[in-house]
Structures are given as structure tokens and as C-alpha cells.
């Protein structure tokens, strides 16, 4: 499958909708029919999975494939089982994990026997260099840890907000080569305090033709999925415009 017909959008674009009919219409609005969902838009966290199931079929009565859960939170508490059982019942292969300092090493390890038993992938979220698994040393140890189950879910955004002799996503494109499960297609303006912006993908400082020339290079085949979190009252218009970027250069 080529890497524009995978193409989804992140369920948190569309936060300030609480109701998933609205949710799975809005998606086929901006010209896509798959999703990665948040804790949001599963009734605030994935243990309930009787209300899963719910969710699950709201989106596969509207035409709209759930392809991906995230980001998560994983510590190494057994009831994480949750989320890996939820991505599961979705008929998913992917799910969307930050870590933490305190507890890294039994979280991954736990992650990795669930991500087995469930045969799906999980990719560390990098979430800029302020956040950890985010600064490229500490994220290249937790792949260490993690592979091949555990491996990488590139946010363009977040990787450039690293800095540029160490953000550039086509660079990590090569650098992980086979270990990026995920990629969040979401883009930046940086102002002169060192703040950023949402933009449009592909109108702000990603290279989004050198970035997917080398994804189809690489022949990425991973969960791919659409990330604006700007204009959270109406994110459709600009939305739709990503999908424009997008499919110009897929």
C-alpha cells in the first residue's frame, strides 16, 4: 500500500469534539478515512474496553479506520495491558508511547512482551528536547532497549524544535532506518524567543518533498498519520489543506 492511500490524521486535531459521529465525519471531510485516536476520544483512557468497542464501531460504521493509539503514557503498570488489548480489538498495528525518566526500564520491558503477544508495533513519540525520550542520546537508548518491538514515531515538528544539527527528520529517516514505526507529518514556525507555532505541513521549516522522497526511499510502510493542532474551533479548512500538501508530494 503506498504511503498517500495509508495516510490518517491524529484524533486530537479535532479535540474540541467530543462526540466520535462528528469526529469520523470530520476526517472523511478533510479527504482521509483513518485515525489515530487519543485517550480523548476513548472516553478519556482505554480500560473501558466495552466502551472501546463502541468507539470502534462508530468509526467502522463511518468508513474510517482506526490505524494507531496515542500517544501514551507507559510506566509499566500491568493495566497498560489495556491499551495493547484496545489496539488490538481496533485491528490495529500501532501504538504511540512517550516514557518516563523514573521508570523507563520496566515500562519497555513490559511494552515489548505486550507489543509480542499482540504483534504490534510501538514508537516512541519524540516530543522536542525539553521532554524526556525526546533529546536524541536519551531516545536512542530507549530504542536500544526496545527493538524491534519498541522502535521510533517521528514528529516532524517535535524533531525540528530539537534544533537543526539534531532535529532534521529526513536525517532520522536514515539514522533509523527499519526501527520507525510511526510518523507524525505535523510542521513549525519558530519565533525569535524560541517559541513555535502550528503551521500548515509542508509551509513552514519542513522539507516535506526531501522528507517523503526519502520515506518512499526507505519504502516506510508504518502508521502515518496528519498532525495541526492550531485552530482547534475549526480545524477542517486547514486540514484540508494538509491532505493538499500531502498528496502533492506522495
Not at 504490534?120 to 521532554?131: L, R
Not at 513552514?204 to 516506510?220: R, S
Not at 474551533?233 to 491532505?243: G, I, S, T, Y
Amino acid at each position: 500500500m503506498s504511503l498517500s492511500s495509508n495516510l490518517g490524521v491524529q484524533s486530537y486535531c479535532f479535540r474540541n469534539f467530543k462526540d466520535n459521529v462528528e469526529v469520523a465525519a470530520k476526517v472523511k471531510e478533510i479527504g482521509l478515512d483513518r485515525i489515530e485516536i487519543c485517550r480523548l476520544h476513548a472516553g478519556g483512557d482505554f480500560h473501558n474496553l466495552e466502551n472501546w468497542k463502541e468507539v470502534v464501531k462508530t468509526y467502522t460504521d463511518a468508513g474510517v479506520k482506526i490505524v494507531s493509539v496515542g500517544v501514551e503514557t507507559l510506566v509499566g503498570d500491568p493495566s497498560e495491558r489495556d491499551a495493547f488489548e484496545a489496539v488490538a480489538m481496533a485491528g490495529a498495528k500501532h501504538i504511540s508511547v512517550h516514557f518516563k525518566v523514573d521508570s523507563f526500564g520496566k515500562a519497555i520491558a513490559q511494552a515489548r512482551s505486550f507489543a509480542r503477544e499482540y504483534g504490534i508495533k510501538v514508537g516512541i513519540h519524540c516530543h522536542g528536547g525539553y521532554m524526556f525520550g525526546g533529546q536524541p542520546d536519551v531516545m536512542e537508548h530507549l530504542i536500544n532497549l526496545g527493538t524491534p518491538e519498541v522502535g521510533l514515531c517521528i514528529d516532524t515538528a517535535w524533531c525540528m524544535q530539537i534544533g537543526p544539527k539534531q532535529g532534521v527528520p529526513l536525517e532520522w529517516i536514515k539514522k533509523y532506518s527499519g526501527k520507525v514505526h510511526g510518523i507524525h507529518f505535523k510542521d513549525f514556525v519558530f519565533e525569535k524567543n524560541a517559541g513555535w507555532k502550528d503551521t500548515v505541513v509542508g509551509q513552514g521549516n519542513l522539507d516535506l518533498p526531501a522528507f517523503a522522497a526519502q520515506l518512499k526511499a526507505d519504502n516506510y510502510d508504518g502508521m502515518a498519520v496528519i498532525e495541526y493542532e492550531a485552530d482547534p474551533e475549526n480545524p477542517v479548512p486547514a486540514l484540508k489543506n494538509c491532505v493538499e500538501q500531502m498528496r502533492n508530494v506522495l
